[in-house]
């Protein structure tokens, strides 16, 4: 399996412009969660689906903030607009959920946000 | 919330045994320990999950006593290469996702 997909990779935007994140979690997990990480504040959960379905969206830090999960396959994460302070490594991971398996979460590699 | 304590940095050598406890001492019944590395410029990998009593696998060791409050990652003969942030999580079987906390980690560094 390819792992985790996350891109882009690296994303420069001008303070304003909306940002939209892509993740394309491992096939047959149906689990999928929505990280940010920064120096300040270290590793953050920001949403988790399961099932496609939001379950817990209490760390979106703010309405600028949106995530859609459409199918098993994709998720997005949209920041609009985007601010200086949003500027962090977001990181998709996805999981297979049940008994035993609580949460050991596959991470993609990332989308470094520079918002200027 | 559930919250876990673990030391900020570690040192250690090539060929010794890295041992990082971490406690959490308010582990529900229902809760795993789980502990993940992360390398700079990279996503947490998972390593190791247990529930009680010891578990290992190709990559460490986890030891958790009889009362749960506290869980030990063991390293056998560490290299250069394991020089990385290490968390310990306590999750939640189920939904708890509150309990998704990653904290501070601990930063080995491995000398040669």
């Known amino acids: 399996d390819a792992g985790v997909i996350q891109s882009p990779r690296h994303e420069v935007t001008e303070m304003g412009q909306e940002v939209t994140l892509r993740c394309k979690p491992i096939s047959g997990h149906n689990s999928l969660f929505w990280y940010r990480q920064t120096m300040m504040r270290g590793l953050e959960l920001l949403i988790y689906f399961n099932n496609n379905v939001p379950i817990d969206d209490s760390g979106m830090p703010e309405d600028r903030f949106s995530a859609k999960m459409p199918n098993a396959s994709f998720s997005t994460l949209k920041i609009q607009p985007s601010e200086p302070r949003d500027s962090a490594v977001y990181f998709c991971a996805s999981s297979l959920g049940g008994k035993g398996k609580a949460y050991e979460q596959y991470f993609g590699p990332g989308t470094r946000l520079t918002v200027t | ?112």
């Open chain 2, 1 to 112: 919330l559930a919250k876990t304590t673990q030391p900020i940095s570690m040192d250690s050598y090539e060929g010794q045994e890295v041992n990082i406890t971490c406690s959490h001492n308010n582990i529900a019944t229902n809760d795993y320990i789980t502990w993940y590395q992360q390398f700079p410029s990279q996503g947490p990998r998972f390593i190791i999950q247990g529930y009680k009593t010891k578990v290992t696998n190709e990559v460490a060791s986890l030891f958790i006593p009889a009362d749960r409050k506290s869980s030990t990652l063991s390293l056998p003969r560490v290299s250069l290469s394991d020089t990385a942030v290490y968390y310990c999580l306590v999750v939640g079987y189920g939904g708890a996702t509150n309990k998704l906390i990653f904290g501070t980690g601990t930063l080995l560094a491995v000398q040669p």
